[in-house]
T-cell receptor
Framework: NAGVTQTPKFQVLKTGQSMTLQCAQD?????MSWYRQDPGMGLRLIHY???????DQGEVPNGYNVSRSTTEDFPLRLLSAAPSQTSVYFC???????????????FGNGTRLTVT | AQKVTQAQTEISVVEKEDVTLDCVYE???????LFWYKQPPSGELVFLIR??????QNEISGRYSWNFQKSTSSFNFTITASQVVDSAVYFC???????????FGRGTSLIVHP
């Protein structure tokens, strides 16, 4: 059982470049989300989705886009990378509220992104 | 709005010491869920425990125990006889019932020295 798969594990970008962080889960989880983790700031929610075709902004959405065309995939796009987006990014998913109220999050292994 | 406070930024202990990680939360919801996650140096985030607001029973799992007290809005985590493998960042989180989105504390970094 693969769980939540994130790619790539590491990425270095130049300012202004674009890229997509991939996230896929094979647990039929309704909810998917992206977090960034910065020293001393904990986990901050970027965007989330409660089902295919539905996305919404989290705490720090600026500079990021998402889409959810399938239940399994939830890519995160950086349209024009900035040094402030240097961070570790985590994708997380969980069961829908109808299946299990507040089941725990399952996290991917993270992507370490550096923007120079 | 919910809030989770982990006041201890970093704790350093020597192996075999007992250590308690504090978690204090704020919520107006009567139904809510509390979680602890562990992030070892390898970086992945691992779920440890979930508690709902109607279940104040303490839980013990091996060397780990959790003390949930609604009267003080706390959900503290104790590691007995700590080991080097316990070194990690530990996150406490709260989700209101009926909400997908947890609120995380900023984490406590636990360093266990041999």
């Amino acid at each position: 059982n693969a769980g939540v798969t994130q790619t790539p594990k590491f990425q270095v970008l130049k300012t202004g470049q674009s890229m997509t962080l991939q996230c896929a889960q094979d647990m039929n989880h309704e909810y998917m989300s992206w977090y960034r983790q910065d020293p001393g700031m904990g986990l901050r929610l970027i965007h989330y989705s409660v089902g295919a075709g539905i996305t919404d902004q989290g705490e720090v959405p600026n500079g990021y886009n998402v889409s959810r065309s399938t239940t399994e995939d939830f890519p995160l796009r950086l349209l024009s990378a900035a040094p402030s987006q240097t961070s570790v990014y985590f994708c997380a998913s969980r069961l829908g509220l109808g299946a299990a109220d507040n089941s725990p999050l399952h996290f991917g292994n993270g992507t370490r992104l550096t923007v120079t | 709005a919910q809030k989770v406070t982990q006041a201890q930024t970093e704790i350093s202990v020597v192996e075999k010491e007992d250590v308690t990680l504090d978690c204090v939360y704020e919520t107006r919801d009567t139904t809510y869920y509390l979680f602890w996650y562990k992030q070892p140096p390898s970086g992945e985030l691992v779920f440890l425990i979930r508690r709902n607001s109607f279940d104040e029973q303490n839980e013990i799992s091996g060397r780990y125990s959790w003390n949930f007290q609604k009267s003080t809005s706390s959900f503290n985590f104790t590691i007995t006889a700590s080991q080097v493998v316990d070194s990690a960042v530990y996150f406490c989180a709260l989700s209101p019932g009926g909400s997908y989105i947890p609120t995380f504390g900023r984490g406590t970094s636990l360093i266990v020295h041999p």
